[in-house]
């Protein structure tokens, strides 16, 4: 995460802000087609764990060589239409500076390339996450960052047009990763080594139930990158660069969230496929409630102190990017509880009046964001939206659930909803009361940070956990400083 952000920050200074706005709008575009290919890696992830859960590893073997089948042929289709509709799309329709027109058309090359890799990768990334090797993919993980850290310190010294240059070493970076992905897996497992073959069942389920993952995909993609289409339209690149920025510090955050999560998710779906109820339960209650705790930890600090944060992080700062990483942050704090929840309607398998529902209360961003734009809002009224519709998707998995596995509601608002609204509210006084009562310089950041983790720390121990969890907690830190003590001895 911290890499990540520092190579924002200097691909920002490097590129200037129109070159990082065209490169966010442009590769934005490619990106609006990787619904078909989210739709079907949610299928994977699923299958996998499934055949997991029920110990069939000759069945688990077949999932993954099916779905790299199915993978290379998703690339296949996002090539044909990456090179046709959004070769149009993208000479046509963007607001784009002429002169920058050669630069974008590499800029849209690389950009299709990187994504097909990144979708062949899918079947490998998902194995990974299924045998819950986190530590690989933890490894990995800072193995990508650092190679992209790389590629901007190498930027700096090379005098050819940065924008191209930046594509074509971001390629380089996706072909190195996912080589490493290849080869870990066909060494380590068994199940991952692909062979052909052919088995109509087994592609029907899975294109059945990536078909209506399909609809949730194309709502979450559309959502975030149609809008960035529409303030492009509306506003600019400058603003693209400013929803760039955001991007990133809203990846960074999730990932982290996301990370979190994944640990969970294998399990989850296992204990489904087990059909281990209370475990079940215990985990999404669980997964929800961490899940929002740590994102509150995280980025309460970065809420309250956003400007000065961007200030010290960006040499330059463009229009609107701290409302929009404030508003962004709330919207992300929403969507955290909601992981466990969609991750267990996929392990039921029953998705389609599922997908139907949440789909259309997120595309419901699209008009209304619209509308707003047309109608001369700010920029920032998009998130607004965002911000409500998250809400209402929240309510309709809560009801979705209730429904499928018979979700207790009741339960579920006062041990998850009704906590963290509590720990949110008793937890920004104080770190809000220390901000505007001090000159926010590098140390008020830091006084102000630490007292935001300790005052998020203290409700959640105290407010937001279960007795038994406070226990736990409680004696794992007491054997910690035992073991530090024993060895310090």
């Known amino acids: 995460m911290v890499v990540s952000l520092y190579t924002s920050r200097i691909i920002l200074n490097t590129l200037g802000v129109s070159d990082f706005g065209i490169y966010n709008i442009v590769g934005g575009v490619v990106v609006l087609f990787s619904f078909l290919n989210n739709a079907m890696s949610s299928a994977t992830q699923r299958f996998l764990n499934f055949e997991i859960g029920k110990k069939d590893f000759e069945q688990l073997k077949k999932v993954f060589s099916a779905s790299i089948n199915v993978h290379i042929s998703i690339a296949l289709i996002v090539f044909v239409l990456s090179e046709t509709i959004g070769l149009w799309f993208v ?32 079947p490998y990334n998902a194995t990974i996450i299924a045998h819950e090797q986190m530590s690989f993919y933890a490894y990995i993980s800072i193995v990508e960052v650092s190679l992209k850290l790389c590629v901007v310190f190498l930027l700096q010294y090379l005098s050819y047009d940065k924008l191209k240059l930046f594509s074509v070493l971001i390629c380089i970076v996706a072909i190195i990763v996912i080589i490493i992905y290849k080869l870990y897996c066909t060494k380590k497992y068994a199940s991952s080594r692909y062979s052909f073959f052919w088995d109509a069942t087994l592609y029907k ?12 995909s194309f709502a979450n993609v559309g959502k975030t990158q149609v809008i960035n289409i529409f303030l492009n339209i509306f506003c600019g690149v400058l603003v693209n660069a400013a929803m760039g920025i955001t991007n990133q510090v809203s990846s960074a955050l999730n990932g982290f969230v996301t990370n979190f999560q994944l640990a969970f998710n294998p399990q989850i779906v296992k204990s489904y496929a087990a059909n281990e109820r209370d475990y079940l339960m215990k985990l999404i209650f669980q997964t929800s409630k961490y899940s929002y705790y740590l994102l509150l930890m995280l980025s309460l600090p970065i809420l309250i102190n956003t400007e000065f944060i961007l200030k010290l992080w960006l040499s330059i700062v463009p229009q609107y990017t701290v409302v929009f990483c404030q508003l962004t942050i709330i919207s992300l704090l929403i969507e955290s509880i909601s992981g466990p929840l969609w991750m267990t309607v996929q392990a039921t398998g029953k998705i389609k009046k599922y997908q139907i529902a949440i789909s259309s209360a997120l595309l419901l961003n699209i008009p209304f964001s619209y509308i707003l734009l047309k109608l001369n809002f700010v920029p920032f009224s998009v998130l607004w939206v965002n911000i409500g519709v998250g809400i209402i998707a929240l309510i309709t998995r809560i009801l979705f659930l209730k429904s499928l596995i018979n979700l207790p509601i009741k339960r579920f608002l006062k041990e998850v909803v009704l906590n963290i609204i509590a720990v949110t509210i008793c937890t920004i006084p104080l770190p809000l009361f220390m901000k505007y009562y001090m000159h926010i310089d590098c140390l008020g950041l830091v006084l102000t940070s630490m007292i935001s983790i300790l005052s998020t720390g203290t409700f959640i121990y105290f407010i937001g956990l279960k007795i038994q969890e406070q226990y ?18």
């Not at 046509?92 to 062949?120: K, T």
């Open 472 to 489: 736990y907690i409680k004696n794992k830190t007491l054997v910690f400083f035992k073991s530090i003590i024993s060895k310090a001895t």
């Open 91 to 122: 000479n046509s329709q963007l607001n784009l500076p002429i002169e920058r027109m050669d630069a974008v058309n590499w800029v849209y090359q690389f950009s299709i390339f990187i994504f097909m890799i990144s979708i062949i990768q899918v």
């Open 205 to 216: 389920q899975l294109l059945n139930f990536s078909g209506w993952s399909l609809l949730g």
